[in-house]
């Protein structure tokens, strides 16, 4: 059967959730610095991939664009040869008629190569464009692929270096919380996980809340002094504490 829990007074529970609160901001603070990295590692790993589809992608357009161009190069060179041929036929025909016939023919495929020698010139500046969107993006790629090793780096450098101490104030803070009542515990974890910061408990600072700052009324500032109750926040329900109760004097709550 587990040993029941010490009964506290009310200074001693306050104390020991400030205590447990500084513990958890440590944390927080490897926690934010650490969050921020693989986000961004994962930005750089997805914009990477986006890079490698884009290049992918124009290089398959310059594939089919390449196709095009050689169709339409073959199709110039067949008409040039159809005009040789119907040139030289000229010479031979047998009347008029014929001979008309042979130049509508050369003229029909005239038309076939300046057809073909415009589709093929804007196939070239197609090709040539794309191909300069690819230079960009394999420039960014290399850009990218810097900066991931850099922040992979640097994120590897912080786990290292926090994780022994992130590790140790876990195994403090889980001691600091057998210490306090499950009813209180459960009730700070719940306004910590309600509160942007991660503050269930805050000290007083200029005769206002140290979490949202607004006035206390000086009755409940007499009742947080005389350490008699819990006493929490009427706006934002973060727990209130004396500063000197916590070793804090008055002039350094200030700046707090």
Known sequence: MAAQKKELTVEEKLKALYDLQQKLSEIDAIKTLRG??????QDLEDEIAGLHTRVSK???EIAVAQDDL???????????????????????????????????EIEYQNLNIELAEKKMNEI?????TMQVEIDKAKEMFTDREHA???????LNEIVSENKQKEETLREKAKKQENKIEERLLTAFKRIRKNTRNGLGIVVVQRNACGGCFNRIPAQRQMEIKMHKKVIVCEYCGRILIDPELVGIAPEEAKNK
């Open 148 to 154: 991931l090793e850099e922040k992979k780096s640097e």
């Open 70 to 104: 050689a169709r339409y190069r073959d199709s110039k060179v067949k008409a040039e040869e159809l005009i040789d041929k119907y040139t030289t036929d000229q010479d031979n025909v047998r009347n008029n008629r014929e001979y008309d016939y042979l130049t509508k």
């Open 36 to 41: 921020e990295l693989p986000q961004e590692v």
């Open 124 to 128: 070239a500046r197609k090709i040539e």
């Open 58 to 60: 124009f290089e398959d």
